[in-house]
């Protein structure tokens, strides 16, 4: 159900693009093409600080390439995971391309993590990562050049020599540029011209550059004859091809199909341009509010469109209620983005997320989905008031909640005596309600992905709330949210989850399995193992098995309860944390065991998972994220419960 007032300019926005669409690519993918990935061999030791940092470097990145088209940052310092990272768009895009090139480089090079260098070339931009200071580096062994598949079939030997000249002449004048690029387009003959550019990164000082331009075009030639070259450096990138790929390129190739092409394009945006005034008058219309026909470029008029909508706020609002995303105001970071307090003019206090995605190529498709998630309400979800799209970086704005989160308290030696027996019960069963509605009774079916105790957050009255519910769903064809957000919550996926990718609800009915058996025992799972080396689960198994649940019982929690219900609460961890999926009861179900009082649920028949080998397994822990379908290492079958899990913090 959506009102008047936000299905018009969604509409608009629909329309709008899909002509932005047929506009940028004749076959629907606005994303740029990744040239080549080259993730390092070196694996980090300590993965989850590692990524904060790799988000952090990539953040600082973002905001310097919208600004000039290139950036370099370091997070971290040496004795903490170090992460520098540098960007640069090459010299032709516009900065809107820009924008997006590093959007797609950067949704795409989170992949190679957890190896402590990576580098991406994408069609139009560079982007690169290191646990070293690599931006004055021209040169190693990975360097290489990527030649098209169509080859020239006439005039070889002008196309050879003529080319060669090119080339030679770009790479030689670029490094005098001030911004070290160089494009140019000589003709081979009649009806072939032949393109180039030649390009290093701002970081490199004049003569690492020349060095780099020099092998850059002995790599590119080695392409010829093929139609299109293009040399992969540590420090620069050269090209050549037949095709006008670089902008303005085009203008003076008369009586091409590029031509004609660029030509339907004008009428098809002439067109589009005359419906959408035509909705906007029409919208407008039906508003009676006023807005300023100012000429702004396509994608603002999107963002445009939205901004009107009851669900919108202003960036710059928002940048004020959190005092320019003050490193004070920071409560923490989530799987995407960081979270910063903030408070509004009228005094409301809320939680502001600075998603580490910039959606704004995807900001229609974001927008309707940041509707239907606030149409999600229930009392155990942290409610999202709303977005901002129109800024440099999108937002989303959820409701604030005073005791920040589960894991502050619970893990926390003072805190943790805050949360009675009876505050944890609530917990349990409140979270248990949250989710059974996420999964079977709002409108969307929503497949949570990250039940862990940070994201369930606590209000005054220690009322649980879930958090970062929803967004999966939008996210969900990008694995590499995984490598950057939830490495940190391993231990709470699901083993068929992590091993094998298949997510339904049973994976959260696990995670929620972990959770239980957490704030019962007041333990996090694996932080404490015993000198036996037996995780938290094994422990508890163990115990199972031999009738002594009890004595797992967070000390804090001793004669505040019945045995009875304690054992019911462990038994419904138990039955959760089953290897097989099958065997865990669904979140309803799990309510009702928890809040009735005949206490006939059944007993847990499989333990968790039997930990052979999870030392080994950590360090495969983000790859197995997404590459799920390969054959790694480790040997897992859930059936035969021959189990090797990574391991949590
Ligand atoms: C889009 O077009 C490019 C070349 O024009 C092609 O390589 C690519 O496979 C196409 N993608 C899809 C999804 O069709
Ligand atoms: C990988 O680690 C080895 C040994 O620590 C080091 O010599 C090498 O330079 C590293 N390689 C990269 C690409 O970081
Ligand atoms: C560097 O990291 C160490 C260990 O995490 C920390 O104690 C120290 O304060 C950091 N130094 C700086 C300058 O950030
Ligand atoms: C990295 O090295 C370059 C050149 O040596 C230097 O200018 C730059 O400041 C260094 N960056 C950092 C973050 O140390
Ligand atoms: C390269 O530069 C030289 C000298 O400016 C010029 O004569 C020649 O035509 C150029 N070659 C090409 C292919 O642009
Ligand atoms: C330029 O950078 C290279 C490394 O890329 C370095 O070896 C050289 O000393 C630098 N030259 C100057 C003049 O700074
Ligand atoms: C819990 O901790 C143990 C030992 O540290 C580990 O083997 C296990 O994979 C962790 N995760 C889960 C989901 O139990
Ligand atoms: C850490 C924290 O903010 N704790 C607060 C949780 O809520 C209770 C009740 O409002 C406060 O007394 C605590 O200070």
Redesign the pocket.
């Known amino acids: 159900m959506v009102s008047n007032s936000i299905s018009i300019p969604l509409l608009i926005t629909t329309f709008f693009s899909t002509i932005l669409s047929i506009l940028s690519d004749e076959n629907n993918t606005t994303s740029p093409t990744v040239i080549r990935t080259f993730c390092g061999n070196n694996r980090s030791q300590n993965p989850e600080s590692f990524d904060v940092n790799f988000v952090n470097t990539m953040e600082i990145i973002s905001s310097k390439i919208a600004d000039n088209g290139f950036g370099t940052a370091v997070s971290g310092n040496s004795s903490s995971d170090p992460v520098y990272g540098l960007g640069q768009c090459f010299g032709y895009l516009s900065s809107i391309d820009c924008r997006l090139c590093y959007v797609q480089s950067r949704v795409k090079l989170p992949l190679c993590l957890p190896a402590t260098s990576a580098r991406i070339f994408v069609d139009g931009c560079f982007l690169a990562y290191a646990d070293y200071n690599f931006s004055d580096y021209i040169a190693d062994n990975s360097d290489t050049s990527v030649c098209g598949s169509n080859k020239i079939e006439s005039n070889l030997i002008e196309f050879r020599e003529i080319t060669s000249g090119l080339v030679q002449n770009l790479s030689s004048e670029a490094y005098l540029e001030r911004n070290y690029y160089k494009a140019g387009r000589v003709s081979v003959s009649k009806g072939m011209e032949v393109y180039g550019i030649a390009e290093c990164w701002r970081s490199l000082n004049m003569t690492g550059c020349e060095e780099c331009l020099e092998s850059a075009r002995k790599s590119v030639v080695g392409c010829f004859p093929a139609t299109d070259g293009k040399a992969l450096n540590t420090g620069c990138y050269v090209r050549y091809s037949t095709e006008p790929f670089y902008e303005g390129s085009s203008q003076a190739s008369g009586g091409s199909s590029v031509l004609r092409r660029r030509l339907k394009v004008a009428l098809a945006s002439v067109l589009a341009s005359l419906v959408v005034i035509g909705g906007a008058i029409l919208w407008a219309k039906r508003r009676a509010s006023t807005t300023s026909p100012d000429d702004m470029d396509d994608s603002s008029d999107i963002i445009r469109s939205i901004s009107e909508s009851r669900l919108s706020f202003k960036y710059e609002d928002l940048r004020k209620a959190t005092n320019n995303f003050d490193q004070g105001n920071k409560l923490g970071q989530g799987g995407y983005g960081s979270v910063y307090k903030g408070i509004l003019p009228d005094g409301r206090e809320i939680a502001v997320k600075r998603l580490f995605f910039n959606t704004r190529q995807w900001v229609d498709q974001f927008f309707n989905e940041i509707n239907l998630i606030s149409q999600v309400q229930h009392k155990n979800l942290v409610k999202l008031l709303g977005c901002s799209v129109e800024g440099p970086e999108s937002l989303l704005v959820y409701e604030y909640l005073?005791?920040?989160s589960l894991d502050?308290?619970l893990f926390d030696p003072f805190?943790k005596k805050?949360l009675d027996w009876g505050r944890r019960f609530n917990i349990i069963v409140g979270t248990a309600e949250g989710l059974a509605y996420l999964h079977e009774a709002s409108e969307i079916r929503i497949i949570h992905r990250d039940i862990k105790s940070s994201n369930i957050l606590?209000?005054?009255?220690?009322k649980p709330k879930i958090a970062d519910f929803g967004l999966a769903r939008y996210f969900a064809n990008d694995q590499s949210h995984l490598s950057t957000g939830l490495a940190g919550t391993l231990g709470y996926m699901a083993p068929e989850y992590v091993v094998h990718g298949q997510l339904t609800e049973k994976a959260d009915i696990y995670s929620y399995g972990i959770l239980v058996l957490e704030v019962v025992t007041g333990r996090k799972n694996g932080s404490q193992t015993t000198s036996e080396g037996h995780s938290l689960m094994s422990q508890i198994w163990g115990h199972y098995t031999s009738k002594t649940l009890t004595e797992m019982l967070d000390p804090c929690l001793h004669d505040q309860c019945s045995e009875e219900l304690v054992l019911n609460v462990f038994h419904v961890g138990l039955l959760c944390t089953q290897a097989s999926p099958n065997l865990r009861p669904p979140m309803w179900r799990v309510v009702e065991m928890l809040i009735s009082k005949a206490r006939n649920i059944p007993l847990p028949t499989q333990p968790p998972f039997i930990n052979i080998k999870g030392a080994e397994f950590r360090n495969d822990g983000s790859e197995a994220c997404h590459q799920f379908s390969s054959s790694s290492k480790s040997t897992v079958s859930v059936n035969q419960l021959s189990l090797s899990i990574i391991r949590g913090r």
Do not use: C, H, S
């Open positions: 005073r005791n920040t502050r308290f805190k805050e606590l209000d005054e009255g220690f």
